[in-house]
């Protein structure tokens, strides 16, 4: 049985406008997805802002209704059997809300483990744990209110892993943290991923998908452009090479070569910095032949990556 | 873990919390010597007991109704902009539990500026104490006590609803301390004002406390009925609501601010 079950998920919002008037205006923000997710697994939602991402995760740990469709964690409707689920599963919003930031480290970790009924007899010892986990033992009994953004990402993983939950919802988790702290935050998730807990994680940092995912699905408009595993993803993309090029000039008519489905370019100090998505070996000798007259100063090839393949995806929705 | 576990940590939780906000310390040290002045010049010329009774106990009363229903109305908002509303909201333990510990932090800060209002209008325009019974106004005030959070938990529970909570607490401080009568008696009060007045506790408690004051107690027995009742209808109210609020509160998401 799939730890996560979702079918035909479709979600709406009504919004009204106007002081006299009240217009009102339905958004669909989720319209009809479907996705299961196994138990042990890491899944990822990968989507552009306003996506669904965030609101198809809220469903999911029965903050929010859906419309129509079937939602359901550890065999639970999340709307009508929520207390089933509730003390199972946890998750984490980046950024730095969803903490009392007037109380400590320690005190907050305290105060969840008391509503996630973690028994009295092993928090404290276990809340240690988790702050040693995160790095903030020695802070542990400072208020949050004077931490870094950082330090406070920290203090929200060790708030969701306060009842080792057996499913985790991660939106964003590495949003605002410097790249030790990414690393970091990476290491936990595969950590708790290897003690048995399975995760859903939303990001926008594609290396990271493409670390931790055993599988992704690619959201935009509340629908899914693909899933599958990282792998396959890369693979169906049309993109065989992408290069990394720094100039003096910048060729003006590089996105028009035959065989080039992407370019996005850059100007700093003077130099150009372009990025190539190209589909064959013969476009990639026509943008060599373009770009010969011009002074370079790097460049690299490397196989496509997720990128390049969501790049893809998500254009050619648009498209 | 129990349920008066979750209820004392919300508690100890939202006291540590209140009490660092500087806003909630005017509330509780400046306001009610602020609202006691203008009640005092207000009465200045009235009848000893009309003094005491709309004076003492009315800014009193109308420091108590702020710092409890007007904090926690506060606090649905100040934690749905911290997003930790949604939080506690889907966690294992009952919310209702969670939010009558808050509620009960708010009111054991909140009793320290009723007794600043008391103390300091009965130093400053030096009214002795003449209580008919201690024992009918100790009754009267922790009968006071309960209706206030009986109301506070009705009105936060409404308050989830919608995101615009900023705009209904302020416009629920100052018509419930007029139409309940903390600062003058209903009966001046229109008559279908005066009405709706008896449908909240407050209005009867505000009667009770007058009552335990003044000789023989008039009337006491009658205003204890009135109070019980209809705080039990706010409890009754708040449970067969409950269910079906906090169901619209997931249909419409209204939990956090995105």
Redesign the interface.
């Known amino acids: 049985m799939p730890i996560i079950e979702v079918k035909d998920l479709v979600r709406d919002?009504t919004i009204t406008s106007g002081l006299v008037r009240r217009n009102k205006k339905t958004i669909n923000a989720v319209r009809g997805i479907s996705f299961s997710v196994e138990r042990g697994e890491i899944f990822g939602l990968l989507g552009q802002n306003g996506a669904g991402k965030?609101t198809t995760i809220?469903m999911l740990?029965?903050?929010?209704?859906p419309t129509s469709g079937t939602c359901k964690v550890l065999g639970y409707n999340t709307?009508g059997q929520e207390?089933m689920i509730?003390?199972k599963v946890n998750?984490i919003?980046g950024?730095e809300?969803?903490?009392?930031?007037?109380?400590s480290a320690r005190?907050n970790l305290?105060?969840?483990a008391?509503?996630?009924?973690?028994?009295?007899d092993t928090r404290d010892k276990y809340i240690d744990e988790l702050l040693e986990m995160v790095g903030l033992s020695d802070r542990a009994d400072t208020r949050v209110e004077t931490f870094s953004k950082g330090m406070t990402q920290r203090v929200q993983i060790a708030r969701g892993l306060i009842?080792n939950p057996e499913v985790l919802f991660l939106d964003e988790p590495t949003v605002g943290l410097d790249p030790l702290g990414a690393e970091t935050l990476r290491g936990i998730v595969k950590e708790a991923n290897k003690r048995g807990t399975t995760i859903l994680l939303t990001t926008h940092n594609m290396y990271e998908a493409d670390e931790l995912c055993n599988r992704i699905a690619i959201i935009k408009d509340g629908v899914f452009l693909d899933l599958d595993t990282p792998a396959n993803i890369k693979a169906r993309s049309d993109t065989k090479t992408t290069l990394e090029i720094t100039l003096t000039k910048n060729p003006l008519n590089i996105a028009t070569i035959s065989g080039v489905s992407h370019v996005a370019s850059s100007e700093k100090d003077g130099l150009t910095s372009l990025r190539v998505s190209c589909q064959s070996d013969n476009a990639i000798s026509q943008v060599l032949a373009v770009i010969e007259p011009t002074t370079i100063k790097s460049f690299k090839n490397e196989v496509a990556t997720l990128e390049d393949a969501y790049i893809q995806l998500v254009k050619g929705a648009s498209e | 873990m129990n349920s008066k576990s979750v209820v004392i940590t919300s508690m100890i939780l939202q006291m540590k919390q209140t009490f660092a906000r500087n806003m909630f310390k005017y509330c509780m040290f400046i306001a009610p010597i602020l609202s006691t002045i203008i009640l005092g010049e207000m009465y200045r010329y009235a009848p000893q007991e009309n003094f005491i009774a709309f004076v003492v106990l009315g800014s009193g009363l109308w420091n108590l109704w702020g710092a409890i229903a007007f904090s926690s109305a506060g606090d649905i908002n100040r934690e749905r902009y911290s997003n930790t509303l949604s939080m506690i909201f889907s966690a294992p333990v009952d919310f209702r539990l969670i939010w009558l510990g808050k509620i009960f932090g708010n009111t054991i800060l909140s009793i320290c500026s009723f007794f600043i209002s008391v103390i300091f209008a009965m130093v400053l325009y030096r009214i002795p104490v003449q209580v008919y019974s201690w024992g009918l106004l100790t009754l009267a005030f922790a009968l006071t006590i309960v209706s206030f959070i009986v109301i506070s938990i009705f009105i936060a529970y409404l308050l989830t609803l919608s995101r615009r909570t900023t705009l209904f607490m302020n416009c629920l401080e100052f018509p419930f301390i007029l139409i309940c009568g903390f600062a003058f008696p209903v009966e001046l009060l229109p008559n279908p004002i005066m009405y709706l007045s008896f449908i909240f506790p407050p209005t009867w408690a505000v009667k009770l406390l007058r009552s335990s004051i003044v000789a023989d107690a008039p009337d006491y027995m009658h205003i204890l009925v009135w109070l019980l009742a209809t705080t039990i209808g706010f409890i009754l109210l708040s449970s067969l609501l409950y269910k079906t609020i906090f169901r619209q509160v997931k249909i419409a998401g209204t939990l956090d601010m995105a």
């Not at chain 1, 740990?61 to 209704?65: E, N, V």
């Not at chain 1, 809300?97 to 109380?103: K, N």
């Not at chain 1, 509503?115 to 009295?120: D, I, M």
């Open positions: 919002y965030t809220k740990i029965t903050m929010l209704a709307f207390k509730r003390d998750f919003f950024g809300y969803g903490l009392y930031r007037r109380l005190d305290k105060y969840f008391n509503l996630y009924k973690v028994p009295l009842n």
